[in-house]
Every structure is written in structure tokens, then in C-alpha cells.
């Protein structure tokens, strides 16, 4: 028997039959105003490896989802209203704040949903983190945050929660094309001694049962997510290095160029969907 079927057997029996995500109630309405797209065409470039791409949130326990429906109820509204603290702190040798420049964090709607992006002036992908810290350093005169910092994850986490709503319409083309590339050979790589790529749970088995948690899409827009597992938000490369360390391979860095690569394809798998973040998962 190969390594790659017992793989195979032992995904097969984590897997359940798809139970009752897609027969719950489809409407994620934030604080009564606030529509989120949960569903909608799956981009030309996934070459119709999806029928349709399909939020995160659709898969998740009823009790999980309300705590979506109300900042009053999301653990991850705790985490912005932090980051709002810091938004208007003075923080380096500058003595500017993101205020400073920026006015109250509302002017940044529209920032999330195309990250990561092409910087031309440095002539690099940026990830959302890389642009925090472009400014942290260069304009305000701080130190840069790490990666997966709780600072850096309120804050994002707070950029994401001003663009709830609103579309992930990551570019693909371009200069960053060959990146993408790179992520999505990637994406169908089967990594470690169990032989898995991420396509094996996330476009082969979404809405199966793993355990006792539904597979999603793995789609990125609700990053960064609370998850009841860590008690905390969690930054997406911090998810990466979980799922390829399942595989029971060595997994990447986090902020490394693989991992920013990845980055970039899983985001660009969920253009259409709307901004959700801090989105709530198991």
C-alpha cells in the first residue's frame, strides 16, 4: 500500500457526508446594515474548479454565525476597538500617529479588499502587514511590528472591519502574475507525509465533516478570523503554517515569499466575496 493511499484512507475517514451547512439561512446582515455576499460566481481564472464560491461563514454552526451578525457579539470586535487605541497613539521619533495621516480608520475602506498588491515604489507584492510596517517605519519613525503580532493582527483586523462588505478584487496580472503562479502550483502541491495539498480538503471536500468541524472553500476574506480554537484572531499565514503542518510536513515562514505567493492565489480564488473580517470560525 502507498504512502499517498493511506493518505487517502485516512482523509476518507475524517470525512463525513456534507450535513446541514447549505440548508441554514443565507443572509449575513452585520449590525442591520451592513450585506455581506456569501455566494457568487466563481472567478474565470479557477477555471471552473468551483460551480460558485461560497463564504466560510455558510458552513459554520448556527451559534457561530449570529455571533457574525452583531459587533455587540463578535470576540473579534474586541481586538479592533484595541487597534482603534493605537490608531490614534503617537508611536516613533516622529511623533505622528496613523491618524496623522490618514484622519479616523474609516478613510481606509477600500484597502482590504485588494491586498495583497503590487508596489510599484518598492517593486514588490505587499502583503496588508508589509504596508503597516512601510509605515510604521518610514513615516512615522517605529519600530516594525512582527508578522503576527497582536498589534499588527488588531490592526488589520481593524482594516478589514471599515471595508466589511465590500468586494476582495485582488489583481492577478501584471507583475504579479508570476507570483500567483507560484501560489497556485502551491495550492495543488501535495505537501508532507500525508500527501495533502490544500485543493485535497478545500475544492475536493468542502462542506464534508472533518472531525467534528466543516471544511470550507478556504477562502480568505474573513481573515483575520477569531477562532474559539486559539481564543484569538488569527493572522492568514498563521493558518498556512497550521494546514501544511497537518500534512505532517515542514511548513513555511511566516511573511516568507512562499507563503505571500499562496497568499495571493487563495485571495484571488474569493474575488466576489465580500470583506467580512474579523470573521468568527470553529
Known amino acids: 500500500m502507498t504512502t499517498r493511499t493511506v493518505a487517502a484512507l485516512a482523509l476518507a475517514g475524517l470525512l463525513a457526508a456534507p450535513a446541514w451547512a447549505e440548508d441554514a439561512e443565507e443572509r449575513l446582515l452585520v449590525n442591520d446594515e451592513i450585506e455581506i455576499t456569501l455566494r457568487a460566481p466563481a472567478p474565470e ?22 455571533l457574525q451578525r452583531d459587533d455587540f457579539d463578535n470576540p473579534g470586535i474586541l481586538y479592533v476597538d484595541q487597534a482603534r487605541e493605537v490608531w490614534n497613539a503617537a508611536l516613533g521619533s516622529e511623533g505622528k500617529s496613523c491618524a496623522s495621516c490618514h484622519d479616523d480608520p474609516e ?51 481593524l482594516l478589514a472591519s471599515v471595508s466589511r462588505g465590500m468586494p476582495i478584487d485582488v489583481a492577478i496580472d501584471g ?35 472533518i472531525r467534528a468541524d466543516h471544511l470550507s472553500q478556504g477562502h480568505t476574506n474573513g ?43 487563495v485571495a484571488s480564488r474569493g474575488n466576489g466575496l465580500s470583506v467580512e473580517g474579523p470573521a468568527v470560525r470553529h
Open 175 to 209: 507583475p504579479v502574475q508570476d507570483i500567483w503562479e507560484r501560489g497556485r502550483e502551491m495550492y495543488y502541491t501535495r505537501y508532507g507525509q500525508l500527501e495533502l495539498s490544500c485543493a485535497s480538503c478545500h475544492e475536493q471536500n468542502y462542506g464534508n465533516l
Open 223 to 265: 481573515f483575520p478570523v477569531y477562532r474559539f480554537s486559539t481564543t484569538a484572531l488569527v493572522s492568514q499565514h498563521n493558518r498556512f503554517r497550521g494546514c501544511i503542518r497537518d500534512t505532517r510536513a515542514e511548513t513555511f515562514a511566516i511573511g516568507s515569499d512562499d507563503l505571500l505567493a499562496l497568499e495571493l492565489y
Open 107 to 157: 478613510s481606509m475602506r477600500g484597502v482590504r479588499p485588494v491586498y495583497p498588491k503590487w508596489d510599484e515604489a518598492k517593486g514588490e507584492l505587499q502583503s496588508l502587514e508589509m504596508q503597516i510596517n512601510e509605515c510604521l517605519t518610514d513615516q512615522m519613525g517605529a519600530e516594525a511590528w512582527g508578522w503576527d503580532s497582536d498589534d499588527m493582527k488588531n490592526m488589520t483586523a
Open 45 to 66: 481564472h479557477l477555471d471552473g474548479a468551483l460551480p460558485e464560491i461560497v463564504s466560510g461563514w455558510v458552513y459554520r454552526s448556527p451559534e457561530t454565525q449570529d
